[in-house]
């Protein structure tokens, strides 16, 4: 019988447990197939922290100073070497406005670089520079899966910045245990799938890609391999060498027939949500009702059909999910809860005495009122990040985004007056918005800002698979699609009509100046310094240090 083992790569979030490999888990073992997991992720990260000494440092403070010393050390230690010129640089500095501010090796603009670069497969098998190839090293991961006798790997690339792992371990897999078969699949392998296809190099680093929803696909992948190790036939939505033009269904799965996520095998006292008890991630629905918005990431074309999970089936596998793993934290992460969807839900928790804390994301729907918040409030809501953007009807009009300013406002207020946290999404430098635009939504969160508890700004990035991208004169947009790498995720664009990214950043900053002004006379405690040190950072026989001071607050500040 075929052993299976699902990885996460890395180099993702620490927050809370990725989702899809429970998901998968929980699917093949339903199916009678011998699987498990295993997070790379969060060991990476041990990885690097333990490159970093300083005097006095606690494990906190090493998490909090890694970002920056990884940042530093990318940009300042690694010159004149081959793949130099493929980090984001500007004069020896990182890039001022790069997304996300990650200038190391697993950044959007080294990955998509160092993919169409000749130097990709001599970086992907580079000990002495690869941090990634030296990771798997010191974990032994090739020990580790001969001796549990492993078969077939999935390997989960939700984001770009797990892309270079990813394929570093593939190759190193083929490379030592050809026998072994590699499987990717994910979001990132699915945006990018018609470029991937084209690469056969690409095949070095693995057998097969799975596209879109991945749980019977794998398990069909894994049936036929344990059937026959030399030869796969055609399998829906899964591409090998042989057969890149597959039968593919983006519609998905009937996720009332799925198992419970299984989250058996990951650490989950050691993701930086669960502190004290584990917090998981969760769906209650797959798709996206609205799925109008022109500009959205996390579902590109072909978009995936909206389907609800049955309330009962919600509280069911909650239920299931404290009784086995003791969560008491939900991340529920459905790209936006309906109003009908959180009611059922919330009655059905309530009705079945299940207690848990959750919070969501939602549109800001007309359905909602405080009726549903107070009863999901009830059933343990206790926040919701709003799809906001803008708050001038105009823009949401242009993006079909559905938003209207008098219904988003009372939304906000019924959510916060219920008890229920309100985090607002918002989006600055959109396609077609002006200045005035711009302010028309500062304005708004400054004059409600009583019921909202925080403001997520993100400025507007065009990526690739939504329809501002496939139709960017609709949008007022232009960019040279020669130009664009096959891997490029941030795609530089001139927005005709509106904002450079540059004005739109000043819009944020007017947004906190006003914000600031607005809460001024509100008692502050002072913030007094609790101890300083130095501290260094060695990677690939480089070092770098830096100057910090922790504070009473537990802010660190980098001198």
């Known amino acids: 019988m075929s052993k299976v083992i699902l990885c996460i790569p890395p180099d993702y979030d620490y927050n809370f447990p990725p989702l ?109 520079n690869n941090t990634f190839y030296q990771f798997y090293l010191a974990e032994r991961i090739i020990t580790r ?23 570093t371990l593939g190759l190193l897999i083929k490379q030592l245990l050809p026998d072994v078969h590699v499987n990717l699949g994910g979001q990132w392998v699915t945006l990018f799938r018609d470029e991937l296809k084209k690469r056969d190099d690409f095949f070095a680093c693995f057998d097969s890609l799975i596209v879109f929803e991945g749980e019977t696909p794998l398990y069909a992948l894994v049936d036929a391999w344990r059937g026959s190790k030399k030869a796969l036939p055609p399998l829906a939505n899964v591409i090998t060498q042989k057969n890149k033009k597959p039968l593919l269904n983006p519609r998905g799965e009937d996720i009332n027939a799925l198992a419970t996520p299984d989250f058996s095998g990951l650490p989950l006292n050691r993701y930086d949500s669960s502190k004290v008890t584990p917090h998981l991630t969760y769906e209650t629905s797959r798709g996206c ?169 993100n400025i507007f990035y065009l990526t690739p698979g939504n329809y501002v991208y496939h139709s960017p004169r609709n949008y007022g947009v232009s960019f040279n699609k020669n130009k664009v790498l096959p891997f490029q995720f941030f795609i530089p664009f001139k927005n005709k009509h509106g904002m450079t990214a540059d004005q739109a950043g000043f819009i944020m900053n007017v947004y906190h100046q006003l914000l600031a002004g607005a809460n001024a006379g509100t008692s502050v405690s002072k913030d007094r310094r609790k101890r300083f040190g130095k501290v260094s950072f060695s990677l690939c026989g480089e070092s770098i240090g830096i100057k910090w001071e922790k504070y009473a607050s537990g802010n660190i500040v980098i001198k």
């Open 145 to 167: 899966l001969k001796k549990d006798k492993i078969d077939l790997i999935g390997i989960s690339v939700i984001s770009p910045s797990q892309a270079i792992p990813a394929l």
């Open 289 to 457: 009702y609205w799925s109008k918005c022109a500009y959205c990431v996390d579902l590109p074309l072909p978009k995936p059909s909206y389907r609800a999970k049955s309330a009962d089936r919600v509280a069911a596998e909650v239920k299931e999910l404290i009784k086995r793993f003791g969560v008491t934290d939900l991340m529920m992460g459905d790209p936006g809860m309906a109003p009908r969807q959180m009611l059922e839900i919330s009655r059905a928790l309530i009705k079945n005495s299940i207690k848990i804390k959750w919070w969501t994301m939602a549109r800001l729907d007309s359905g909602f009122n405080q009726k549903i918040f107070a009863t999901a409030k009830q059933a343990g809501l206790f926040q919701v990040n709003f799809g906001f953007e803008s708050a001038c009807d105009r823009v949401c009009d242009f993006l079909h985004k559905g938003n209207r300013q008098a219904i988003s406002a009372r939304v906000i207020q019924d959510c916060a007056q219920s008890g229920v946290r309100v985090d607002l999404q918002t989006m600055i430098g959109m396609p077609g918005e002006t200045h005035g635009d711009a302010m028309e939504t500062v304005g708004f969160l400054i004059e409600n800002k009583k019921d909202i508890a925080a403001v997520t700004f």
């Open 20 to 128: 899809g490999t429970p998901v998968l888990l929980g699917f093949l073992k339903s199916k009678g197939i011998k699987a498990g997991q295993v997070d790379l992720n969060l060991a990476y990260r041990d990885f690097l922290l333990s490159k970093i000494k300083g005097k006095g440092l606690t494990a906190g403070d090493k998490k909090l100073l890694l970002r920056r010393l990884v940042n530093d050390f990318f940009t300042q230690r690694l010159k004149g070497h081959y793949y130099s010129q493929l980090l984001p640089r500007r004069r020896g500095k990182a890039l001022a406005d790069l997304p996300y501010g990650n200038s190391s090796n697993s950044s959007f603009y080294f990955t998509e670089r160092l993919l169409s670069s000749k130097y990709l497969f001599r970086y992907l098998a580079d000990k002495e």
